[in-house]
């Protein structure tokens, strides 16, 4: 495992959280961009937010003006803090970090080349 994934939970419905994602001991992931990625029960892993280097970010729909993206290249780390939260929000979130991600492919998994393991988030209504 490359990356580590931290801080889901249970909130109720409207509430936040924010989610982090560092490197594995010794490992640095500078000049690359970073996504999140979540996957429901049931459903297919679906695009969450990416962060280009330096800092270009890009949202889906669903969570956009809810979700900020943002990274502290020093560590190499990425944060997702996640507000107003919605019940369809539960999910197991992911991130991931890849080499050659340009904005057209920023949403597409198969363009990242490291994972991270997942973290729970559930939102109860």
């Known amino acids: 495992v490359q990356l580590q994934a931290s801080g889901g939970g249970l909130v109720q419905a409207g509430g936040s959280l924010r989610l982090s994602c560092e490197p594995a001991?010794?490992?640095?992931?500078?000049?690359?961009?970073m996504g999140w990625f979540r996957q429901a029960p049931g459903k297919e892993r679906e695009f969450v937010a990416a962060?280009?280097?330096?800092?270009?970010?890009y949202y889906a729909d669903s969570v956009k003006g809810r979700f900020t993206i943002s990274r502290d290249n020093a560590k190499s780390t990425v944060y997702l803090q996640m507000n107003s939260l919605k019940p369809e929000d539960t999910a197991v979130y992911s991130c991931?970090?890849?080499?050659?991600?340009?904005?057209?492919?920023?949403?597409?998994?198969?363009?990242?080349?490291?994972w991270g393991q997942g973290t729970q988030v559930t939102v109860s209504s």
């Open positions: 991931a970090a890849g080499a050659r991600i340009i904005a057209s492919t920023s949403s597409n998994p198969t363009s990242y080349d490291y």
């Open positions: 001991s010794g490992r640095t992931f500078t000049g690359y961009s």
């Open positions: 962060i280009r280097w330096p800092g270009s970010s």
